[in-house]
């Protein structure tokens, strides 16, 4: 079993985050990855409503770029990413960070 512990974290606001876990295992999150990764109760879809419709936008050539406001931590277990577009709900445990990494080997593990 891996490491849920991390060693090192490097938050870039505009790129994204880089985990090195106790084990030595580097994850490399992009944005828009830990954005659709949002394990909130409303992006999981737990109160059984579905995640809201966004508003369509009254110019279809912009799209707002997705960038982080923030990072905080959550006790000693999470982060909590403040996203852009107002979401702030979503509480990224390290077991949920390592248990997404998105790296060619944690992909062909779960495979």
């Given at each position: 079993m891996?490491?849920?512990?991390?060693?090192?974290?490097?938050?870039?606001?505009?790129?994204?985050?880089?985990?090195?876990?106790?084990?030595?295992?580097?994850?490399?999150?992009?944005?828009?990855?830990?954005?659709?990764?949002?394990?909130?109760?409303?992006?999981?879809?737990?109160?059984?409503?579905?995640?809201?419709?966004?508003?369509p936008?009254?110019?279809?050539?912009?799209?707002?770029?997705?960038?982080m406001?923030?990072?905080?931590?959550?006790?000693r277990?999470?982060?909590?990413?403040?996203?852009?577009?107002?979401?702030?709900?979503?509480?990224?445990?390290?077991?949920?960070?390592?248990?997404?990494?998105p790296c060619?080997?944690?992909?062909?593990?779960?495979?």
């Amino acid at each position: 079993m891996w490491s849920t512990d991390p060693k090192n974290i490097e938050v870039s606001l505009c790129s994204g985050v880089q985990i090195v876990w106790k084990d030595g295992h580097h994850s490399e999150y992009t944005l828009q990855y830990l954005r659709d990764h949002c394990p909130c109760a409303t992006c999981t879809n737990a109160h059984g409503t579905g995640a809201p419709a966004a508003p369509p936008a009254p110019f279809q050539m912009y799209k707002k770029v997705l960038k982080m406001d923030g990072v905080e931590p959550v006790g000693r277990y999470a982060l909590r990413f403040l996203w852009n577009d107002g979401h702030t709900t979503g509480i990224y445990s390290f077991e949920h960070l390592r248990g997404i990494c998105p790296c060619a080997q944690c992909h062909s593990e779960k495979s």
